[in-house]
């Protein structure tokens, strides 16, 4: 080896560990970054679905308390006592009902009977305490006095903090006074903790404590007390900064690492936000899988350095050795082939040295039965482990490499370039099996070679490995679907408040009809007006179950993974994503239009297009939330065109600014805030149409909203 070879080695040497190094950081840096990426959406899943149980358990807790409210005040001696200041009659008629209430939810903690001054006629959970005027503080009783409202929501009065429901008591349809039903907020909070075990606790500022309430007693955090809270805030109340835990703040307690966040607001009868819920994670087994993945890739990434680099020595030696054989045999020919010649073979294999070198595979094989190899490049070694010669002798041949689930396909394809006369085709992507029995996808360019005849003789191909690309398709869909399985249990939420609702006061009618002996049963006729009420009103669950199973199903099945293409009418997918949906629409005020006028049906994959369209019907809820629309609209339109049919999807939400109407579709861009959005909806949404079923998507603004065209085709799959 001379002293200029030697020179160069070190000097590639140098530059390839270079490179390598730089690659490894680069790698490290990655996973890292996706790591952390990982958990921020796994702990804002949880945040999210923590948020909508908060949310619904207050509406539930709202209507129980609006039901025994109703139950209470259904009986005219009821008003009539409160008319006539009769605290004994009162007594002895509400006293059954506020110990079955007790029964039923044992935080129910305050039954007060006021009159329409504010005066206090009856404390069922103190019946000696009666008399006293109302405190000023009492806000939502003082706006019921006035208005004669049914008003909701937490105050602190004389004796403790509690969510109440305040529901005004007419007499002959004359205002007389108002009934309270409050309920302790320890009902919340353990509610939350049956299905999340987290820490948590309730903060309250200080205006808001009743100067009958002792302060002293309570720990604070800055300046908000705790009024109910786990040990955990206690005995750390003075590491928590409040001004920056809405972004999340960790905390060590107990050589274990907390993330802290108040996700959760808790608002008066005046919709004003009087207390907040915070709540602490334990992430001590998230943190140290990080650390050991994070140790992992580094070991990883260091081993590669070490192997590439060896790899890229032998290399350069093999290089070197093979580049003297080449130079020794150049000059050997050069001495019986012209100069033009010369030219014209180094040029050649200048060119296949781009492939034997490279990641892709350069064939070119006959127009017979199977394919068979007449020249290929030497990296179909790197790629599939077989070596040139295992195909040139005709060992193997490339038809049976090809997977077999694949082969009938990757024929067609064949055929019809042939039948259509093509010069060009690309094939769809398809799997081989490597010499080891490894699958990988494979991206194919094929060309074809004719003689003077114009019959094809040859076919000359590049292949090229796409395996990581299609797995990185499938992590984007997981994480899509991950993004959107917290915005469905809401939808889901929104469906079921209703019949559950329904359920429960019908369930609390009949047992409320037993308990006060409302049939006499020893009498036939009672018997039977007594059997067919029951009848009746299990009928009215047994109807509402049903509707609440079939919403589960939808759910269910929108998860179940199904890649096979079925033959259906997109009305199907859209159906199961109306029933999942219209809950969280008729919460949010929105009313939607369908004109679905197609005829023809498609072979789909319904679980995608159900997708599709419920992450569209999810974004115009967000935006008419985002920028509070009034008089919600969206339309959705379905007709036949050529070859297949439309769907139109529009809404009168604003439209979309126009600077970034051709960045919508792009992965990871979003135009909402960094919680809510992951810029990943429309981009699979892309995909799933024009990738899985060779359609487009296309948006397009309009007067006062925006439209998305989803083109589906009858012979494209």
């Given amino acids: 080896m001379t002293n200029n070879t030697k020179k160069v080695k070190l000097a590639l040497l140098v530059l390839i560990s270079t490179i390598l190094l730089l690659a490894g950081i680069s790698i490290v840096y990655y996973q890292y970054h996706n790591i952390l990426k990982d958990e921020s959406l796994a702990l804002e899943v949880e945040h999210n679905n923590i948020h909508n149980l908060y949310e619904n358990s207050l509406q539930q807790l709202k209507h129980e308390l609006?039901?025994?409210?109703?139950?209470?005040?259904?009986?005219?001696?009821?008003?009539?006592?409160?008319?006539?200041?009769?605290r004994e009659s009162l007594l002895k008629l509400t006293k059954p009902l506020f110990k079955l209430f007790k029964e039923n939810n044992t935080h129910i903690s305050i039954m007060t009977f006021r009159m329409h001054d504010g005066i206090t006629l009856l404390?069922?959970?103190?019946?000696?305490m009666f008399g006293d005027a109302l405190h000023p503080s009492r806000k939502g009783i003082l706006k019921t006095n006035k208005e004669h409202t049914y008003q909701s929501g937490f105050e602190v009065g004389k004796l403790k903090g509690a969510y109440r429901v305040i529901t005004p008591i007419f007499h002959k349809h004359r205002y007389v006074g108002s009934l309270e039903l409050g309920v302790e907020p320890e009902y919340i909070l353990n509610l939350?903790?049956?299905?999340?075990?987290?820490?948590y606790a309730l903060l309250i500022e200080p205006t808001n404590i009743s100067a009958s309430i002792s302060s002293d007693t309570l720990a604070k955090i800055e300046d908000f007390y705790l009024f109910k809270s786990d040990p955990f805030f206690i005995e750390n109340n003075n590491n928590i900064n409040l001004q920056h835990v809405n972004e999340g703040i960790r905390i060590s307690y107990k050589n274990h690492p907390y993330i802290v966040s108040d996700d959760l607001r808790i608002y008066d009868t005046d919709n004003r936000v009087i207390a907040k819920i915070l709540i602490a994670k334990d992430i001590n087994i998230l943190v140290k899988k990080t650390d050991r993945l994070i140790k992992n890739a580094f070991l990883f990434t260091i081993l590669l350095i070490l192997i590439l680099g060896g790899l890229s020595h032998l290399s350069f030696n093999y290089f070197i050795n093979k580049l003297n054989f080449s130079q020794r045999q150049l000059e050997t020919f050069n001495e019986s082939l012209g100069e033009e010649i010369i030219k014209q073979t180094h040029e050649q294999n200048t060119l296949l040295s781009l492939f034997d070198k490279g990641d892709s595979v350069l064939f070119k094989w006959n127009n017979d039965e199977y394919w068979s190899i007449e020249s290929i490049s030497d990296s179909v070694t790197r790629l599939m482990g077989y070596t040139p010669d295992d195909f040139l002798s005709k060992k193997v041949q490339y038809a049976s490499c090809i997977h077999p689930d694949d082969i009938e396909t990757v024929t067609e394809e064949v055929k019809h370039a042939l039948d259509a006369k093509l010069d060009f085709f690309t094939h769809e992507p398809y799997r081989i099996l490597s010499k080891e029995g490894e699958i990988k996808w494979i991206h194919d360019n094929t060309t074809l070679v004719r003689d003077t005849q114009g019959h094809v003789t040859h076919f000359v191909g590049v292949i090229s490995d796409i395996s990581e690309v299609r797995?990185?398709?499938?992590?984007?869909?997981?994480?899509?679907?991950?993004?959107?399985?917290?915005?469905?249990?809401?939808?889901?939420?929104?469906?079921?408040?209703?019949?559950?609702?329904?359920?429960?006061?019908?369930?609390?009618?009949?047992?409320?009809?037993?308990d006060l002996e409302k049939y006499d049963l020893s009498k036939e006729d009672e018997r039977e007006i007594c059997l067919r009420d029951f009848k009746c009103e299990l009928d009215k669950i047994e109807d509402l179950t049903q509707t609440l199973t079939s919403t589960i199903t939808d759910f269910r099945n929108f998860y179940q993974p199904n890649k096979h293409y079925t033959m259906m009418n997109i009305h199907e997918p859209l159906t199961k994503v109306l029933n999942i949906i219209q809950g969280s629409f008729i919460s949010n005020k929105i009313t939607l239009v369908q004109e679905l006028t197609h005829t023809l049906e498609l072979k789909l994959l319904g679980n995608e297009i159900m997708q599709v369209v419920l992450n569209i019907f999810k974004n115009a809820q967000d935006n008419f939330q985002i920028k509070e629309t009034k008089?919600?609209?969206m339309l959705m339109q379905s007709y036949d065109i050529e070859n297949g049919i439309e769907l139109k999807i529009c809404d009168n939400g604003g439209g979309i600014d126009e600077t970034i109407l051709d960045k919508v579709f792009d992965p990871y861009f979003s135009t909402k805030n960094d919680k809510n959005g992951t810029g990943l909806g429309l981009y699979m949404s892309k995909i799933i149409i024009e990738e899985h079923h060779k359609g487009s998507l296309r948006v397009i603004n309009t007067d006062n909203g925006v439209c998305f065209y989803i083109s589906l085709y009858t012979s494209e799959i």
């Fill in 66 to 86: 609006t039901t025994y409210s109703n139950i209470s005040l259904s009986s005219d001696e009821v008003s009539a006592a409160v008319y006539q200041n009769d």
């Fill in 123 to 128: 404390r069922l959970h103190k019946p000696n």
């Fill in 631 to 633: 008089d919600r609209e």
């Fill in 192 to 199: 939350l903790k049956q299905i999340y075990p987290l820490e």
């Fill in 471 to 514: 797995q990185k398709d499938q992590q984007l869909m997981h994480q899509s679907r991950l993004a959107q399985m917290g915005e469905l249990i809401s939808m889901i939420a929104h469906q079921w408040r209703q019949p559950l609702g329904a359920i429960s006061a019908t369930a609390i009618a009949l047992k409320i009809k037993i």
